[in-house]
């Protein structure tokens, strides 16, 4: 719908790039923001209507969904002292601002789960109350207290090893290979996408999409993307056990202190983040509701529409 460069304001990113799809924020029935995984871009969501077979679902449904490039990411400038619990929901909330959005849902998948999560205990009681529901696909909300980094999940522990090493050395490397796979994906010489892409995503368009995903994860030398994949894989990051120095709310404490309804869908088949890590979470939020579905990582692929639809009706409430 649009496309545009929002400007924050001091102890924020100094700008952010802003996409709108569907109807007109005065015009829409529900507003949703959308926090894509890693990577990311705020063009994503041009591939759900794709994923749920339709032309435009957010027009059909009368939503208007927000999306915003990362820091680093995109369009939106580097900022290395950008953290996600304390300057995302405010973010967002400036960000609605300037759209003259009020009230709003957020839904996330992958690496976008540390924002729905920072969204729903903000700081600022004021960006807490402005989020109406939540839906957490296949998120992972914090890799120490819920044991995403533990032995009992080795591939958690390597990405947190390895995001624990400083964003100059894990930046370029990150790069290199979000650029090495999207030559994998879709150059001549492999076309791994042909194989391994949905059904639904076959067609031109989509694959221009996801190569700009790609690429504007890998922007700013992947500067952006690793401070993404630090804060949301490092428990070097993760909210504190106990009262901290700083007076971070534990990580138990926060999540039983969200009250809004917020829906969980994770595949039964994810090996990337495991059922556990989800069910600690369901355990602890009160009003919420955990969605095991046959599937793995790329869940959202086949469960666009029942997640968007639900999520609209836990808006109503």
């Known amino acids: 719908l649009t496309r545009g460069i929002i400007n924050c304001g001091p102890g924020l990113p100094a700008a952010v790039h802003v996409t709108t799809w569907g109807v007109a924020p005065d015009a829409a029935e529900t507003c949703l923001f959308y926090f894509g ?61 300037e759209l003259g ?25 004021a960006d807490r109350e402005r989020v109406g529901a939540a839906a957490m696909i296949v998120g992972q909300s914090d890799v120490s207290a819920s044991g995403y980094w533990s032995r009992r999940h080795m591939s958690g522990v390597f990405e947190g090893c390895f995001n624990s090493l400083p964003i ?9 290979g979000l650029k090495f796979g999207k030559w994998a994906l879709f150059s001549n010489m492999c076309n791994l996408w042909r194989r391994v892409g949905p059904a639904n995503l076959q067609n031109d368009s989509s694959r221009r999409i996801v190569g700009r995903v790609l690429d504007d994860a890998s922007a700013n030398w ?29 990580a138990v404490d926060a999540y039983k202190a ?16 495991p059922i556990y890590t989800a069910e600690w979470l369901a355990q602890l939020v009160e009003k919420s509701d955990l969605r095991l579905r046959n599937g793995n990582h790329g869940l959202y692929f086949h469960y666009t529409e029942e997640v968007i639809d639900d999520l609209i009706e836990k808006m109503k409430c």
């Open 37 to 97: 995984g890693m990577p990311a871009s705020a063009e994503e969501p041009a591939l759900h209507s794709a994923m749920a077979g339709k032309a435009d679902i957010f027009l059909e449904k009368k939503v208007c969904c927000v999306a915003i490039d990362k820091p680093g990411m995109g369009l939106t400038p580097y900022c290395s002292d950008f953290q996600i619990r304390r300057d995302w929901p405010r973010t967002v909330s400036r960000v609605a601002d």
């Open 101 to 125: 959005i009020r009230r709003y849902g957020v839904f996330g998948i992958s690496n976008g789960g540390p924002y729905v999560m920072a969204c729903l205990t903000a700081p600022d009681i």
């Open 168 to 176: 100059c050395l894990t930046g370029p490397i990150v790069c290199c």
């Open 222 to 250: 992947g500067y952006g993307a690793s401070l993404d994949c630090q804060q949301g894989l490092s428990p070097l990051y993760a909210r504190p056990n106990n009262v901290s120095p700083s007076g971070e709310m534990p």
């Open 258 to 273: 969200i009250q809004v309804p917020v829906a969980m869908w994770y595949g039964k088949q994810d090996s990337t983040v």
